[in-house]
């Protein structure tokens, strides 16, 4: 079963622009982590936030959580056409470290 | 920098054969994980290994197996390989069982074509 969903399964954006994506999960978590994936490759950890944080930035991403609603959003501010990847939220199960995805969202960022 | 290495970047099986795609970290990770890929499903965990010789099933371990004899390596084995096993498998390694507080690293990924 999935854990987390994002939301939305596609976004196509002009360069410059701002990207939001946004998981939802349905257990209780003590971490929410985010990927990325450029087509064809393995995974690369951008994010991780607590679950007693709500709010964390690094370099041009932010992150935010709400553990009332179960949420989570992903913000990539002034997008580069580099930007251009799958990103995925990922939680681990809080009792064995089994780290579930979400079916991930699909960023293309045109020149 | 960490390294997940995965023994074969493409690969293709005939039906029936016994497949294995090898996955090696240096990191003495305990946690070391298989997915598989495929479009419009995510990301789905096949099985997990929080210790040598410790496993536990993931959502899809229906017609694979895994072996974790040292901690380094973990195995994932396709006992008889299916046309529907045709998909990108993924390996990872990230923390141990008791500190969930840690990013995973992946491996480049097999693709794998059963014909």
């Known amino acids: 079963s999935q854990q987390g969903e994002e939301d939305p399964q596609a976004l196509s954006i002009q360069e410059g622009e701002n990207a939001t994506m946004n998981c939802s999960y349905k257990?209780?978590?003590?971490?929410l982590q985010w990927y990325r994936q450029n087509s064809g490759r393995g995974l690369v950890h951008l994010i991780l936030?607590?679950?007693?944080?709500r709010e964390k930035h690094s370099g041009r991403l932010r992150v935010t959580l709400d553990t009332s609603k179960k949420s989570s959003s992903l913000l990539i501010t002034a997008s580069r056409a580099a930007d251009t990847a799958s990103y995925f939220c990922?939680?681990?199960?809080?009792?064995?470290?089994?780290?579930?995805f979400g079916q991930g969202t699909t960023l293309q960022v045109k020149p | 920098d960490v390294k997940v290495t995965q023994s074969s970047r493409y690969l293709v099986k005939r039906t029936g054969e016994k497949v294995f795609l090898e996955c090696v970290q240096d990191?003495?990770?305990?946690?070391m994980f298989w997915y598989r890929q495929d479009p419009g499903l995510g990301l789905r965990l096949i099985y997990f290994?929080?210790?040598?010789?410790?496993?536990e099933k993931g959502d899809i371990p229906e017609g694979y197996s895994v072996s974790r004899e040292k901690k380094e390596r973990f195995s994932l084995i396709l006992e008889s390989a299916s046309t529907n096993q045709t998909s990108m498998y993924l390996c990872?390694?990230?923390?141990?069982?008791?500190?969930?507080?840690?990013?995973?690293?992946f491996g480049q990924g097999t693709r794998l074509t059963v014909v």
């Open positions: 990872a390694s990230g923390g141990d069982r008791y500190i969930p507080n840690t990013e995973a690293f």
């Open positions: 257990t209780s978590i003590n971490n």
């Open positions: 936030i607590r679950s007693n944080e």
């Open positions: 990922a939680t681990p199960s809080s009792n064995t470290g089994k780290l579930i």
């Open positions: 990191m003495d990770h305990e946690n």
């Open positions: 290994s929080y210790d040598v010789k410790m496993k």
